[in-house]
């Protein structure tokens, strides 16, 4: 068998209805994790996504959403899922974005565990082969660990530079750790959608549902179930290669400006989650948990003091009175961390000052 598909195949998918039936279908054996791959119009570089997470394992599934395509990604889906039918199943769906997309992905899975993989990125053939093995164990010996986290690295597309992303010194490394034997995250450390694989039912239980037409829902995903999470594991191999720089990226500035109503609804939810500290039993997790929070915050404060416009200034002002509403302990908190105040100054200073922080961010962690 070849090692791409021949793509004038007859197709081999299911409907978004079909692939939306449970996961305990008769018949249908458990897999040791699945790979969902949200694609929407990503026939230019799909199949080296799919290349670098298909391999010779039979225990594992991937998932092509097909998010309502207007390029040739569909035929592409369906002749990847001919050439391995026992590995490879795709949905097809009216266009829902890329949370609708996940959504459905999680629906349909048989993997005991769930990574997504965005079709423009790609995974470590040999990190990935190291993430199995560890995740069988896991599987085997009834470990129950509901978090694994890998390292990941951004590559720049523009600039050819590589940034490793680790967790030493807020993780411990191959051990199964509680919240309670985390350390502290530095500002580049917070655990992102590309570090992160969940126990399936872990997202299942946390009542996950990921808004429709929305970007940044990734850090919904992350977010929203580690309450739920007992037992974590940090393998500390650099398994995603998450890919930046062209200009239609989410992360491009000009699209966040543009999106800033998105990225304001994604801060509502993840503040809308919990008051923190008070709905988290771990100290140590809520602690994290509050400062990712804080990172969220920050971000949408210097996306609306850099656009400045009425609205943006409006969706700033509407995103504190929903903190407030939610945990006033929680909005005083936030108000009196050095960064959030910066980016929330409203002065001619206290602009160009959140405009320089951005930058240097910008610098320092390669975003965009």
């Known amino acids: ?12 998918s299911t409907s978004a209805d079909a692939a939306d039936q449970p996961s305990t279908s008769a018949g249908v054996g458990k897999k040791t994790i699945t790979f969902v791959i949200p694609c929407y119009n990503s026939a230019e570089y799909m199949d080296h996504c799919i290349q670098s997470i298909l391999g010779v394992d039979k225990d594992i599934e991937i998932i092509i959403v097909d998010d309502g395509s207007s390029d040739a990604t569909a035929q592409k889906a369906d002749a990847w899922a001919q050439h391995s039918p026992n590995i490879i ?42 993430l199995l093995a560890r995740l069988r164990h896991f599987i085997s010996t009834g470990a129950d660990v509901d978090l694994v986290v890998c390292n990941y690295v951004y590559e720049h597309v523009l600039t050819g530079s590589r940034k490793v ?40 239980d946390s ?7 929305t970007f940044y829902v990734d850090n919904v995903l992350v ?14 191999v650099n398994l995603y290669r998450y890919f930046i720089g062209r200009e239609d990226q989410s992360v491009n500035e000009r699209v966040m400006l543009g999106r800033l109503d998105q990225q304001m609804r994604v801060t509502k939810i993840l503040a809308d989650s919990y008051a923190l500290p008070e709905d988290i039993s771990s100290p140590r997790l809520a602690r994290y948990m509050f400062n990712y929070l804080m990172i969220i915050v920050t971000a949408s404060s210097i996306f609306a003091t850099i656009r400045g ?6 969706m700033r002002k509407a995103m504190w009175e929903n903190i407030e509403a939610k945990s006033p302990r929680m909005a005083k908190k936030l108000r009196h961390h050095p960064l959030v105040w910066g980016a929330n100054r409203v002065s001619p200073l206290g602009t160009a000052a959140a405009k320089k922080l951005y930058r240097l961010a910008q610098h320092l962690y390669h975003f965009n």
């Not at 992905?105 to 995974?123: I, M, P, Q």
């Not at 985390?182 to 590309?194: A, P, R, V």
């Open 165 to 204: 992303i680790r967790y030493r010194g807020a993780l411990p490394a191959n051990k199964i750790i509680s919240w309670d034997d985390i350390g502290t995250f530095g500002i580049g450390q917070y655990i992102m959608m590309h570090a992160a694989i969940y126990r399936t039912q872990v997202l299942r």
């Open 223 to 236: 977010y929203q179930p580690l309450p739920y999470v007992n037992k974590l594991y940090y393998l500390p």
């Open 89 to 130: 199943r795709v949905i097809h769906q009216e266009n829902s974005g890329h949370g609708g997309a996940v959504m459905a992905g999680l629906r349909a899975a048989r993997g005991e565990y769930f990574k997504v993989v965005d079709s423009d990125d790609w995974l470590d053939r040999t990190s990935r082969g190291v």
């Open 1 to 12: 068998m070849s090692d791409e598909p021949n793509t004038s195949v007859e197709p081999a």
């Open 309 to 314: 416009d009425a609205e943006a200034l409006d």
């Open 207 to 213: 009542g996950l549902d990921l808004p429709k037409h």
